[in-house]
């Protein structure tokens, strides 16, 4: 299986910040990775697909880059809402995979 | 509005089968892949398995010996059963709609999860 380890594990940040969260592939994936967003007793949603796309809806301060082994989550001028627990996930091949999770508290 | 909701019983015993349905509303299912994916209490996600309206799946290879992903076009839902149930196994069960193509897969809807507790 492919492998996929975030970090940090977790950060703190203040309203206004903004926050880099990486994911690292254990084998090449191209740009096949996603992020999403999960908050307490909620189900995970959709931030980001293959590596950059931004999911519709999805707040704009919110961005992914990378391809290869290593991805960036980029959150710009955090708000109150986006103080959650983020993963990514490789979808390369199955099992896709994903990473521990980014708890982002705040600060 | 799509919308998917899982169900089942919320207990099961050791040794025993797990089994839930997801009920598909505002799309049809003959229209995407579908998954499972669990999460244990305070733990991260894992990918159960998919499947396709044609009845084509691809389960992960750690519980691939006990699972089994059907579907019901007549009635849109699909459904997980997981045997030989352990400790190991008490999770949140979220069933979710894949986006799969070339170039991409990953899961744009889920369901509000069902927490499965292990227990005699």
């Known amino acids: 299986d492919i492998q996929v380890t975030q970090s940090p594990s977790s950060l703190s940040a203040s309203v206004g910040d903004t926050v880099t969260v990486t994911c690292r592939a254990s084998?090449?994936?191209?740009?096949?990775l996603n992020w999403y967003q999960q908050k307490p007793g909620k189900a995970p949603n959709l931030l980001i697909y293959?590596?950059?796309s931004l999911e519709s809806g999805v707040p704009p301060r919110f961005s992914g880059s990378g391809s290869g082994t290593d991805f960036t989550l980029t959150i710009s001028s955090l708000q109150p809402e986006d103080f959650a627990t983020y993963y990514c996930?490789?979808?390369?091949?199955?099992?896709?995979?994903f990473g521990q999770g980014t708890k982002l508290e705040i600060k | 509005q799509v919308q998917l909701q899982e169900s089942g019983p919320g207990l099961v015993k050791p040794s025993e089968t797990l089994s839930l349905t997801c009920t598909v509303s505002?799309?049809?299912?003959?229209?995407?892949?579908w998954s499972w994916i669990r999460q244990p209490p305070g733990k991260g996600l894992e990918w159960i398995g998919y499947i396709y309206y044609s009845g084509s799946t691809s389960y992960n290879p750690s519980l691939k010996s006990r699972v089994t992903i059907s579907v019901d076009t007549s009635k849109n839902q699909f459904s997980l059963s997981l045997s030989s149930v352990t400790a190991a196994d008490a999770a949140v069960y979220y069933c979710?709609?894949?986006?799969?193509?070339?170039?991409?897969?990953?899961?744009?809807?889920w369901g509000r999860g069902t927490l499965v507790t292990v227990s005699s």
């Open positions: 996930q490789q979808s390369y091949n199955t099992p896709g995979t």
């Open positions: 979710a709609r894949d986006r799969l193509g070339i170039g991409y897969w990953y899961f744009d809807l």
């Open positions: 084998h090449s994936i191209d740009n096949f």
């Open positions: 293959a590596a950059s």
């Open positions: 505002g799309d049809s299912i003959s229209s995407n892949y």
